[in-house]
């Protein structure tokens, strides 16, 4: 089995460095602005009281909030947004920074997109909230609620400015969620339809391959039991033709467990046109002659097709023998020039609808379908029963 390819690069960064990594950034960038440091053309920010213990007590939750991102996501934002307050108010901020509202952005984003609804939407609703309780925080409550906007410079459009990055960071994890929720969907649906697909294969495979040997085992042991005491050479005759064919069933289902066990490999298909004088000798031999007649020049078929004429032609004739009460049947061969037309006919009784199973007819429909062809099965007019198909033959198989 192959190894597991490595993930890209980008998806094995843990969502807890793509937001430390700015936040971080930010709050070098706050307090390099706040000590009035070299290159920096703004004023230095008044200090705040006990502004190291704000900063430092930020700098302790925030990575606290990045490293616990992807196992508890709402108190790790709680935390993010906690240490965002605490080093923008000891660096005596009128606001938030973009640079730090831009990690909170990148840990709602990854929420929304790995969370499921009820927590995003939490997760959102704590980000929008942010800037008007951290005004809240650095106003007093006793302040009136109408005045928040008015405190500062640009408050109301920060405001809306951040609470709309924040939706559209939302949005955007949480069309990644439902996107992968769906190919999830898809995955499963297309692996359900594949198991379905191969059972049937396999069914068809299991009963065709039986079918038709118990069919010929039953003919010979009940001929056998009728001169077991008259003709003992006759019977013991028939016996060793159920020995016979009970040996070539076995070693065919042998033949298809190995094929099915090999995955990596291309199975040998079992049987083909190639077969059919044989299953017509073997089926002779029973008891019930088959005439095997070929028109056109015969030709190497394609695997799929070559293995679904065998099987239908096997599955008509093993009808023959359980049901029509005939001792004979005739099987034509037409190889034209974009198809391949079989014809599978008896004078019995006209019952040769299903075998005892109820798979005979529904298996060879389902054969012919999958190739693109056309099936017909329905009694003649003039007694017995015909089974007719024709399977389409691809350009490129015809032109060799």
């Not at 004088?277 to 190497?300: F, H, N, S, Y």
């Amino acid at each position: 089995m192959p190894a597991t390819p490595p993930l890209p690069l980008l998806k094995r960064v843990p969502p807890g460095a793509w937001t430390g990594v700015p936040w971080t950034y930010g709050t070098l960038l706050a307090i390099h602005a706040f000590f009035h440091l070299p290159f920096m053309a703004t004023d230095p920010f008044p200090p705040a009281p006990d502004g190291w213990v704000l900063i430092a007590s930020g700098s302790v939750l925030a990575p606290a909030g990045c490293a616990l991102l992807r196992r508890h996501p709402l108190p790790a934002l709680g935390l993010l947004l906690a240490g965002t307050y605490a080093v923008t108010l000891g660096l005596s901020g009128l606001t938030l920074s973009l640079i730090h509202y831009v990690a909170i952005d990148i840990a709602l984003g990854w929420i929304a997109a790995s969370s499921d609804r009820r927590r995003s939407l939490t997760a959102l609703v704590l980000a929008i909230a942010v800037l008007p309780v951290y005004q809240l925080t650095r106003t007093g409550l006793g302040r009136p609620l109408v005045a928040l906007y008015n405190t500062g410079r640009g408050d109301w459009q920060s405001w809306s400015a951040l609470a709309l990055s924040a939706v559209v960071a939302w949005l955007i994890g949480n069309s990644v969620r439902q996107n992968r929720a769906y190919t999830e969907r898809l995955t499963t649906q297309a692996a359900t339809q594949a198991v379905t697909a191969e059972r049937l294969r396999i069914a068809r495979e299991m009963h065709d391959t039986v079918a038709h040997s118990i069919g010929i085992i039953a003919l010979q042991a009940g001929a056998a039991a009728r001169v077991t005491t008259t003709q003992p050479e006759a019977a013991r005759e028939a016996m060793r033709a159920v020995e016979t064919e009970g040996r070539e069933t076995l070693a065919g289902l042998r033949r298809m467990l190995v094929a099915l066990r090999a995955a990596d490999e291309t199975p040998v298909l079992p049987a083909g046109l190639g077969d059919v004088d044989r299953l017509a000798a073997t089926t002779t031999a029973a008891g019930v002659r088959v005439d095997v007649r070929r028109r056109g020049e015969p030709r190497q078929l394609p695997p799929d097709i070559d293995l679904s004429a065998f099987r239908i032609i096997q599955e008509s004739v093993t009808n023959v023998v359980r049901h029509a009460g005939t001792r004979a049947c005739r099987v034509t061969l037409d190889y034209r020039d974009d198809e391949l037309a079989l014809e599978v006919t008896d004078d019995g009784r006209g019952h040769g609808t299903v075998t005892d199973t109820g798979f005979g007819l529904a298996g060879m429909r389902e054969r012919v379908a999958l190739l693109h062809g056309e099936f017909t099965a329905a009694p003649r007019p003039e007694g017995g029963f015909r089974v007719a198909a024709r399977l389409p033959v691809p350009t490129a198989a015809v032109a060799r």
